[in-house]
């Protein structure tokens, strides 16, 4: 039988949890109990702490337990889409986010750069304040090398986002072929 997902409602633990869950009646009633709380704990190690009972949480139902269920939950198959779907979204989302955001520091960067490279700018500086005559070019290199940083990192973080989603479609392709 094919792992299923269910959502916890109210439970706190995982005793209730296996009893709500799964036909726990007869002479081995504890040992099925025994049976399904460690099975569901090696599916959900989440579920070993109160923390992990979070209402709407999603669990994973093992399919190979050999005890029956008290109610249907949906297949994985089903459920495993729309994890798809959302992640690809938030992967999207994440991509345009960290594109606007490398996009603006370099602008800024560019600006100041243009900024320290301006004649009159600097003459008012050095007027200001003479030591500055030294510590602009040290600046101006400091801020370029960043800016180099920046766009690395930039342009890795792209990199990888792609390599997720190259990764995700592998995924989605291999849940619809054992549907």
């Not at 923390?51 to 994973?60: A, E, Q, S, Y």
């Not at 297949?75 to 495993?80: D, G, Q, T």
């Amino acid at each position: 039988m094919a792992d299923k997902i269910a959502t916890l409602e109210r439970e706190r633990s995982i005793r209730t949890l296996v009893e709500r869950l799964f036909v726990l009646e007869g002479r081995d009633a504890a040992a099925k109990r025994s049976h399904a709380e460690k099975a569901l704990l090696r599916a959900n190690p989440e579920l070993s702490s109160a923390d992990g009972f979070r209402l709407g949480r999603r669990i994973v139902i093992p399919g190979d337990i050999g005890l029956e269920l008290k109610e249907q939950p949906e297949p994985v198959a089903e459920e495993a889409k729309g994890i798809f779907d959302e992640t690809d979204a938030r992967l999207k989302l994440a991509q345009k986010t960290f594109a606007q955001r490398f996009e603006s520091s370099a602008k800024a960067d560019e600006k100041v750069l243009q900024q320290a490279n301006d004649r009159e700018f600097a003459k008012k500086l050095r007027k200001a304040l003479p030591e500055s005559a030294a510590l602009l070019p040290l600046a101006a290199k400091a801020i370029g090398v960043r800016a180099e940083a920046e766009k690395g990192r930039g342009e890795r973080l792209a990199k990888a986002i792609d390599e997720a989603q190259e990764q995700l479609a592998v995924l989605r392709k291999l849940a619809e072929k054992h549907r």
